[in-house]
């Protein structure tokens, strides 16, 4: 009797020849020969199955007797959240801003489906992070996937690196699928991990939705956005993995009952007499290359991909690449730029900090100006734990960083944030928002960008600041 099992990431179906009379759902491929389809489309085939009546052999999963050990209130829009997903049979992606609790949202979404389910996290520190909230509200055993450790429970915490590895052997044991910061998920290697887990309940959790998907999702029948990996042109729409957008609610809704009122300032400087003959000359390289090669103009938003791609093989691109790392160097380490951070540090005296900067060079100078503890990607795990304990002690009043806390690391006593550097992106501009508006009794939170006049930096600036109606 013909049945479906999983194997490695795949969906197989035993004893149907290849020249079989059966009308066969549309994602089945003859591959080694057998039937076979990508695990994600296993949703899709189930009413298929039971019309020519194929043994279903997939589902591996348990149903769970859980019990909640966290009496906190769910706020009405996590409410509505939840019920939105569930509208939409339990798929889809909940947008909410830093700080308004899209993990608590994420365990009452276990709790509600009461089934295994595995949570894939960016970083090992979410996935502690997420295997402590775990442990607290369900006072059970939770499993952790990752390098050394792969301890496999009803109920597991990964990371997307190791996602494939898992679901390759286990993905059929989870009915629940939840990606936290899901907007990494369509990159080629980590939204395979979604392709090849067959559970029919998914969660994505993000406060910055990629926009490009967004607009695709209003327009179903458009392509996809993608880009170039390895040579071949591949990405999936995070509705395609996950689901459509099920509920989102903006930062500015929230403010004051269940985030932080905030403020931003911009501060702005000017590079002194030598630091300006050096920008100029650096720039005059920089942006002589890309300007004459019109290389915005033929590659658009991914002309800096293909500045990196030409300066293999081109000595001028290669030139101009260095010329634009020299130029950020300068702008991250400005001395004007430290010398507004010391007046700020002691405008602050007393407060809890966070200092945001362009890269681990200008992270380790300021450190060692100011005698402040650094944290980066180098950051040893243990070292990195206890900074942050120390931090939410007050033992460490400053910390200074550089992209490692821009998302998912709780870090609800700093209440000011410095950015002395950064990409132009608004997604990060709303990360690092984000890391000061936890709500801390009635303190107001504020958000300084420290920028210097007449260069790249004020641009950026003003390119990372995200259009109204998405904060």
């Not at 591949?234 to 500015?252: C, F, M, P, V």
């Not at 100006?369 to 070292?383: M, N, Q, V, W, Y």
């Not at 200074?400 to 998302?407: I, M």
């Not at 709500?439 to 600036?461: H, M, P, S």
Request: charged share 25%.
């Amino acid at each position: 009797m013909p049945y479906l099992y999983f194997q490695g990431g795949t969906l197989v179906l035993n004893d149907v020849p290849q020249d079989t009379t059966l009308q066969l759902a549309d994602p089945f491929r003859w591959i080694k020969a057998k039937w076979r389809c990508e695990a994600y489309h296993y949703s899709q085939i189930r009413p298929w199955l039971k019309q020519h009546r194929i043994k279903d052999r997939v589902p591996q999963w348990q149903s769970l007797k859980l019990k909640l050990h966290d009496g906190r209130q769910a706020h009405s829009y996590q409410k509505e959240a939840l019920q939105a997903w569930d509208k939409q049979n339990r798929q889809g992606s909940i947008i909410l801003p830093t700080g308004a609790g899209k993990t608590f949202v994420a365990l009452r979404a276990i709790y509600r489906a009461k089934c295994s389910a595995v949570i894939v996290a960016p970083t090992i520190d979410l996935l502690h992070q997420w295997y402590a909230r775990l442990v607290n509200t369900f006072s059970c055993d939770i499993g952790v996937y990752y390098g050394g450790e792969k301890n496999i429970q009803s109920i597991t915490v990964t990371t997307y690196h190791s996602a494939g590895d898992l679901m390759a052997d286990y993905g059929n044991q989870f009915k629940l699928l939840i990606y936290d910061e899901v907007h990494h998920l369509p990159a080629p290697s980590w939204g395979e991990t979604a392709l090849m887990c067959p559970a029919p309940f998914r969660l994505g959790l993000t406060a910055t939705y990629p926009e490009a998907e967004r607009e695709t999702e209003m327009h179903l029948s458009e392509p996809a956005p993608t880009y170039e990996l390895h040579g071949h042109r591949t990405r999936w729409r995070i509705s395609e993995l996950i689901g459509s957008i099920a509920y989102e609610q903006k930062i500015q809704d929230l403010i004051g009952a269940q985030l932080a009122e905030y403020r931003t300032v911009r501060v702005r400087v000017e590079l002194g007499p030598e630091e300006q003959a050096s920008y100029d000359h650096l720039y005059a390289i920089y942006s002589g290359y890309f300007r004459g090669q019109g290389l915005t103009r033929r590659y658009g938003a991914h002309w800096l991909q293909a500045l990196m791609r030409l300066s293999n093989e081109d000595e001028e691109a290669r030139r101009a690449l260095l010329a634009r790392q020299e130029l950020q160097q300068l702008l991250a380490g400005a001395s004007a730029k430290l010398d507004a951070l010391e007046k700020l540090l002691q405008e602050h005296n007393g407060d809890r900090i966070l200092i945001f900067t362009e890269n681990n060079q200008a992270v380790y100078k300021i450190a060692q100006r100011f005698l402040i503890p650094p944290l980066t990607h180098e950051t040893k795990t243990a070292e990195r734990k206890a900074l942050l304990d120390r931090f939410r002690a007050g033992d460490y009043p400053v910390i200074v960083t550089s992209k490692v806390l821009n998302e998912g690391i709780d870090v609800p006593a700093a209440k000011v944030a410095i950015v002395l550097g950064g990409t132009a992106g608004a997604r990060e501009y709303i990360q690092r928002l984000g890391r000061v508006l936890r709500k801390v009794g009635d303190q107001t939170a504020v958000l300084y960008e420290v920028i210097v006049r007449n260069t790249v930096d004020e641009g950026r600036a003003q390119r990372r600041r995200p259009k109204k109606n998405r904060l």
